[in-house]
């Protein structure tokens, strides 16, 4: 049987979440941001699996070598990080809209 890592979910990450919900809602309506979240959330729930299997982020990591990854669901991008001790979790840092510079993102992440 595959490994199953758990998947943690920043604060920072759901804030992202509810301010992207809270977007679409005034945007477009409640059912558009209620899809929405659906997929991001299934996305970051996919991550239980193989979360390896995604793209490194250019960006160094200030506590420690174990590198930022990012998962691309539509215009945004899920970034995260693995850890595999003491278990093997996956943690949501934050989400992000596709058009946000790298150096903005930089500062955002810990």
């Known amino acids: 049987m595959a490994k199953q890592y758990k998947v943690l979910v920043s604060n ?7 301010y992207i919900f809270g977007h679409l809602t005034d945007k477009y309506s409640l059912q558009t941001a209620i899809n929405k979240e ?12 193989i979360p390896k299997g ?36 996956v943690i949501i840092i934050e ?7 790298m150096k903005r993102l930089e500062k955002l992440l810990p």
């Not at 997929?39 to 729930?45: G, M, N, R, V, Y």
Request: no cysteine.
């Open 54 to 89: 995604y793209s490194r982020l250019r960006i160094k990591r200030k506590k420690n070598d174990n590198p930022y990854r990012f998962f691309p669901v539509e215009h945004y991008k899920i970034i995260y990080t693995v850890e595999e001790e003491p278990a093997a979790i």
């Open 95 to 101: 989400l992000i809209h596709d058009n946000m510079s």
């Open 12 to 18: 920072a990450a759901q804030a992202s979440i509810n």
């Open 38 to 49: 659906r997929k991001l959330l299934e996305a970051i729930q996919s991550l239980k699996k």
